[in-house]
């Protein structure tokens, strides 16, 4: 449909406004919910795939995701009564010492903008408020952020901790501006992206495999 196809453009641009209006059309004109859904999800991996290629950067990124949420509040119940529910569960947060959030919260937008329930526990987060809020929400997948190269020790702790919990096929990946490839697997992560953007390719392959 030429609207759909309308509504993930103006979700890459961050017209808020235009966002809305296409949503509430779709809806109006009783467009199966998983559509409009997949619309908007199309216009935030769209935006992902473009911050990867250095096209845009973080302000459009913010201003392509508000666009997505104004968008979803007028969709949610259609997809309540639909019985649609979000792709995966996850938990994130940065590790106990560390309380930068930009990273954080970047990897939380395009979570969410995948159709992911994301439970933010926020900043400086000792390993066992991970592993409780795992349990309670039963997340599929756990984010851990770091911004200093003196809280790499708690995430590496951390990691440890919550595979030491035995939380079945729980996954864990970690990013952050010290993290690497390397010391992910280093300290038994299951995953790492340098980006936010890639955090969303990220947990899609872990938990398809």
Do not use: C
């Amino acid at each position: 449909m030429a609207e759909l196809q309308e509504l993930t453009q103006v979700i890459i641009k961050g017209n808020r406004a235009e966002a809305k209006r296409l949503t509430q059309a779709a809806i109006d004109a009783q467009v199966p919910a998983r559509q409009v859904l997949d619309a908007l999800v199309a216009g935030m991996d769209e935006v992902g795939r473009r911050f990867q290629r250095n096209e845009v950067f973080v302000p459009e990124m913010l201003i392509a995701s508000r666009a997505m949420k104004e968008a979803m509040a007028l969709l949610e119940p259609m997809l309540v009564k639909a019985g649609i529910k979000p792709e995966y569960i996850a938990v994130i947060g940065a590790v106990q010492g560390d309380l930068h959030d930009i990273g954080k919260n970047l990897v939380a937008m395009m979570w969410r903008g995948a159709n992911f329930q994301v439970v933010d526990l926020g900043t400086n987060v000792p390993a066992e408020k991970f592993i409780a809020a795992v349990k309670e929400h039963r997340a599929q997948v756990v984010g851990l952020s770091s911004l200093l190269t003196t809280t790499m020790p708690a995430m590496q702790a951390t990691v440890k901790a919550i595979k030491d919990a035995g939380l079945g096929s729980l996954k864990v990946v970690v990013g952050g501006a010290p993290i690497t490839q390397d010391f992910a697997k280093e300290i038994g992560a299951d995953g790492f992206s340098p980006d936010a953007a890639g955090a969303v390719d990220l947990v899609r392959k872990l938990l398809a495999a």
